[in-house]
Nanobody, 118 residues
Framework: QVQLVESGGGLVQAGGSLRLSCAASGRTSSMYRMGWFRQAPGKERDFVGRIIWSGGSTYYADSVKGRFTISRDNAKNMMFLQMNSLKPEDTAVYLC???????????WGQGTQVTVSS
């Protein structure tokens, strides 16, 4: 199993930046991919982006492409989400997730709140 803990959320003005972190522990050597999701109040959980743990290739939702960047530090078992040009509609709880294969997401963190003021 994998345990995930997010950090780095907060309040930022529109146009600003934040960097989220996700620390992974447990059986991390077998992870295939990690990802970021977000959930705004009263809305469904949305996919933000993902990174393949070994190769580092990334994929993003259209809504964040060009503004958000996912990276990872394999040695420290950390994943990051650099968020630039933030908009009020980016306000949500951001969660990281992990899986041992490319089907579904089995492991989730508790989330970190990101609030973007206009």
């Amino acid at each position: 199993q994998v345990q995930l803990v997010e950090s780095g959320g907060g309040l930022v003005q529109a146009g600003g930046s934040l960097r989220l972190s996700c620390a992974a522990s447990g059986r991390t050597s077998s992870m295939y991919r990690m990802g970021w999701f977000r959930q705004a109040p009263g809305k469904e959980r949305d996919f933000v982006g993902r990174i393949i743990w070994s190769g580092g290739s990334t994929y993003y939702a259209d809504s964040v492409k060009g503004r958000f960047t996912i990276s990872r530090d394999n040695a420290k078992n950390m994943m990051f989400l650099q968020m630039n040009s933030l908009k009020p509609e980016d306000t949500a709880v951001y969660l990281c997730a992990a899986n041992y294969d490319g089907v579904g997401w089995s492991y989730w963190g508790q989330g970190t709140q990101v609030t973007v003021s206009s």
